[in-house]
């Protein structure tokens, strides 16, 4: 089993979920400037976190089913980010606030050792990203997202993998044919 999987697991039996979201395609769960410290659990659809300059979007994540997504720097300070996250399409969501998620960890040591699993394959999972960006050609990081994440290449639209990979929709469509 995954550690995502085996943490929400953990989250159903204790029945922590507040609520269900369903946000339609192109809906924004959060926008730059605000805060937001909830957690979400994708039960179906897809979204994007990206952030934006001033003349184009970049995508730093995305969230399908069965993944964990949450605005993480916003998370940790309480503060607003920068970071947008939108539904690609349809989507449902399960919601949990921060302060009965912090409540669960602190619970039992096998809670927080299980969170800081999922931390540090996130932070390995960010280093592999960013080494790509530096220093991987456009083949090569296509190459690299393929081998690690394939679904990406069924749940997600080009454009959005293109962004993700730092290359145009029409070098990425060149690569898929090659």
């Not at 089993?1 to 192109?26: C, F, P, V």
Request: charged share 30%; proline share 4%.
């Amino acid at each position: 089993m995954n550690l995502i999987q085996e943490l929400t697991d953990r989250i159903d039996q204790a029945g922590l979920w507040q609520k269900t979201l369903a946000l339609d395609r192109n809906e924004y769960l959060k926008v730059k400037g605000s805060a937001d410290t909830r957690i979400f659990l994708v039960m179906s659809g897809c979204l994007r976190a990206f952030i934006m300059d001033e003349y184009e979007e970049h995508t730093i994540r995305f969230g399908y089913k069965g993944s964990v997504i949450l605005a993480i720097d916003s998370f940790v300070t309480g503060k607003p980010s920068d970071l947008y996250i939108q539904a690609i399409r349809k989507t449902e969501l399960k919601v949990l606030a921060k302060e009965p998620f912090v409540r669960f960890m602190e619970e039992a040591p096998e809670h927080m050792e299980l969170w800081m699993k999922i931390l540090q394959q996130l932070v390995v999972q960010q280093l592999e990203r960013e080494r790509d960006l530096l220093t991987a050609s456009p083949q090569e990081r296509y190459n690299r997202v393929l081998k690690r994440s394939p679904q990406l290449f069924q749940e997600v639209p080009g454009k959005y993998i293109a962004s993700y990979l730092r290359m145009t929709p029409e070098t990425l469509s060149r690569m898929k044919k090659s």
